[in-house]
Nanobody
Framework: QVQLVESGGGLVQPGGSLRLSCAAS????????MGWFRQAPGKEREGVSC????????HYADSVKGRFTVSRDNTKNTVYLQMNTLKPEDTGIYYC????????????????????WGQGTQVTVSS
């Protein structure tokens, strides 16, 4: 049974930081690119950051470059998203996803081509 379980969301003030985690099971984690997506109220789901299977390649949405960092630990089947200098527009539900053989750019652009999704974790940036 494939499971992606996100954690680490919450309420934070503008300028603050959060670290999201996604623990994977039931799939060949070490061979799959992983990604973080988010969906704000009334908006479509968008790719935030994606990372290749060994962590060699990463991709970020322009809106988060320089503030967010994606990483993975293949010994723990876990992918992370460190979010710094958070802004109110970062508010949304953050989802973890796994894909098959896609480049990190394609994975982040194609929400309809993911192999599996987590249930999401809420991130709210507000004073």
């Amino acid at each position: 049974q494939v499971q992606l379980v996100e954690s680490g969301g919450g309420l934070v003030q503008p300028g603050g930081s959060l670290r999201l985690s996604c623990a994977a099971s039931g799939l060949p984690f070490n061979y799959l690119p992983m990604g973080w997506f988010r969906q704000a109220p009334g908006k479509e789901r968008e790719g935030v950051s994606c990372i290749s299977s060994r962590g060699t390649f990463t991709h970020y949405a322009d809106s988060v470059k320089g503030r967010f960092t994606v990483s993975r630990d293949n010994t723990k089947n876990t992918v992370y998203l460190q979010m710094n200098t958070l802004k109110p527009e970062d508010t949304g539900i953050y989802y973890c996803a796994a894909a098959n053989a896609l480049s990190v750019e394609t994975m982040c652009a194609a929400t309809d081509r993911q192999r599996a999704w987590g249930q999401g974790t809420q991130v709210t940036v507000s004073s």
